[in-house]
């Protein structure tokens, strides 16, 4: 998974592929809720903060008119991280997009909402962890 990771995260920034992540970065699991049981995934923080990368895994496919967000919760409040989708494999990488450092959420939550995207949750909650 850190290779998987590593591979992801330097190509979202436009690189070569590196071997493993350097140990500044910032790992925080996410576990599927009742909604996805197999679920898995991983927030990479870059070592400022300010950058981020969500790869998970055994996710199920939405269709079109569905897409998975990421919630960044500080303070019962939540901010939108970006959409994505997924393959047919559950698979799907997402740059993370934050008005603040990513360190500054303690937790983080995914759901199912309409393509696009919502102004908060509105569909079931899929995946979550924290810091």
């Known amino acids: 998974l850190v290779m998987l990771v590593a591979t992801n995260w330097t190509r979202l920034q436009g690189g070569a592929p590196a071997a493993v992540p350097p140990a500044e970065f910032s790992l925080i699991t996410l576990t599927g809720t009742e909604e996805a049981p197999d679920a ?3 927030l990479v923080i870059s070592p400022e903060g300010t950058a981020g990368s969500l790869v998970v895994d055994g996710l199920p496919q939405t269709g079109p008119e569905r897409q998975y967000q990421l919630w960044l919760i500080r ?3 939540r ?3 970006g959409v994505f989708s997924v393959d047919s494999e559950g698979y799907g990488v997402l740059a993370i997009e ?13 759901t ?3 393509a696009g995207g919502s102004p908060g949750p509105t569909g079931p909650r899929v995946m979550g962890g924290e810091a």
């Open 112 to 114: 199912i909402e309409p």
């Open 79 to 81: 901010t939108n991280g």
């Open 98 to 110: 934050a008005p603040r450092p990513l360190g500054d959420y303690p937790n983080f939550g995914i």
């Open 75 to 77: 303070d019962g409040q």
């Open 40 to 42: 898995t995934g991983v």
